[in-house]
């Protein structure tokens, strides 16, 4: 089945906890993003990759972090530096090579800090 | 100023009205422009492509304006199923992408 994972899809955290979100794709896309998303709001950039072991800062990079050392995977890591964390967090693919355009996204991970 | 924006609505319409949102960008140099729609607590979805000749899906249309900068949709023949957010993106020439924070939809029975 193709697509994009992302796991859990419910997330709860202590206050000062790090936390590491998933995301899976067998798309084959290179290029992958992370959103953030609250209430009322657009998404907004976190980070992204257009290759492997190469990612770039978003507009909120700020209390958060990433890695990509396989193309399928972007994981996130939710960092105590994060000072509102609590968001419906979406992982998006590209494919660079296809000609198109459009981003394709992930069932998302709603994150909530006690 | 923000990269993209919408008018928040909500638009509350009846079954079968036609509905128009619309939509400004502040980068001239954007390059791609979207519609996604988004259901309550989901993911977005790839409603449509803008292309600058303008396009039609069926019951939806897309319109750019370059000079402007404003992109358009519009829904004929609103269906109750239609009823969600619809999310306005546009891309930089870059590979970032802008989102504007969602126009509501609600289409009455």
């Known amino acids: ?114 | 100023r923000k990269e993209v924006e919408q008018d928040p609505g909500p638009f509350n319409v009846p079954e079968g009205a036609t509905v128009a949102f619309n939509c400004t960008y502040s980068n001239s140099a954007s390059q791609s422009f979207f519609w996604y729609r988004q259901d309550c607590r989901k993911e977005p979805k790839l409603l449509m492509s803008v292309y600058s000749s303008g396009n039609e899906d069926g019951r939806f249309t897309a319109q750019l304006n370059r000079a402007s900068q404003y992109i358009s949709l519009l829904i004929r023949d609103s269906k109750l199923s239609d009823s969600a957010t619809y999310l306005c993106v546009v891309k930089d020439n870059f590979n970032k992408f802008y989102f504007g924070s969602g126009t509501k939809l609600n289409v009455k029975p």
């Not at chain 1, 995977?73 to 964390?85: D, E, G, I, R």
């Open chain 1, 1 to 114: 089945d193709g697509g994009i994972t992302q796991s859990p899809k419910y997330l709860f955290r202590k206050e000062g906890q790090n936390v590491t979100l998933s995301c899976e794709q067998n798309l084959n896309h290179d290029a992958m993003y992370w959103y953030r998303q609250d209430p009322g709001q657009g998404l907004r950039l976190i980070y992204y990759s257009q290759i492997v072991n190469d990612f770039q800062k978003g507009d909120i990079a700020e209390g958060y972090s990433v890695s990509r050392e396989k193309k399928e995977s972007f994981p996130l890591t939710v960092t105590s530096a994060q000072k509102n964390p609590t968001a419906f967090y979406l992982c998006a693919t590209r494919d660079l090579a296809g000609g198109r355009y459009e981003q394709f996204f992930g069932p998302g991970t709603r994150l909530t800090v006690l």
